[in-house]
């Protein structure tokens, strides 16, 4: 498979670190869980065509965030991918034709419009027809799913599988550096808030 050099209308947003300040929810406990879903219409590659669900119980602490940029600045992916497999799950996500996965990392970020960027990561997310000899998971160990929805809750995203992460050159923050698969977009992208029970 080619490597493609990540485009930058993927993410506008930095990964894990800066991006102002961080919705009030994603710091406190939650009382609801919050679903997503979103149509993806993909003719060759990691899915199928259909829909993608994606349940998020709670957002990740600042705490976790902080162990997180800790870890990749002092022992750069590997160490990354060795927090992020010991965090407690955040939530999980269905993709067409493939069994669910659990997400290990979801943070959210106010925008100017009055919406909300959301990033989530989970270690890599291989679908059963990409296991093969000579997997590069070990190079490209991460699914990033990035979404931007507006104040009604409704937007579109994208979905990396097989990324390689690294410090910004600045320093200032975390980026893709490159992935497997060309992301993938997801489109309706559609909130729904649930009440505890």
């Known amino acids: 498979m080619r490597i493609q050099k990540l485009v930058s209308v993927f993410l506008g947003v930095v990964f894990f670190l800066g991006a102002g300040a961080l919705l009030a929810s994603a710091a406190q406990e939650p009382q609801t869980t919050e679903e997503f879903t979103a149509w993806v219409d993909q003719q060759a590659g990691i ?4 829909m993608v669900t994606i349940k998020i119980e709670r957002w990740s602490t600042p705490e976790e965030r902080a162990e997180i940029v800790a870890a990749i600045k002092q022992g750069g992916q590997d160490e990354m991918l060795k927090v992020v497999q010991k965090l407690p799950k955040v939530g999980a996500i269905l993709f067409p034709g493939a ?13 100017n419009d009055g919406g909300r960027n959301i990033v989530i990561g989970t270690d890599r997310i291989i679908a059963r027809d990409k296991v ?15 979404m931007h929805l507006d104040a009604k809750g409704e937007g579109e995203g994208h979905a990396a599988f097989g990324v390689k992460i690294s410090v910004s050159k600045d320093g ?14 997801l489109k309706n992208v559609k909130s729904k808030v649930k009440e505890a029970k």
């Open 132 to 146: 093969t000899a000579g997997s590069p998971s070990t190079d490209y160990p991460f699914t990033l799913i990035q």
């Open 99 to 111: 069994p669910a996965y659990d997400l290990r990392y979801a943070y959210q970020f106010p925008t």
């Open 47 to 50: 899915m199928k065509s259909g």
């Open 172 to 185: 200032s923050g975390v980026e893709l550096e490159s992935y497997i698969d060309t992301p993938t977009m």
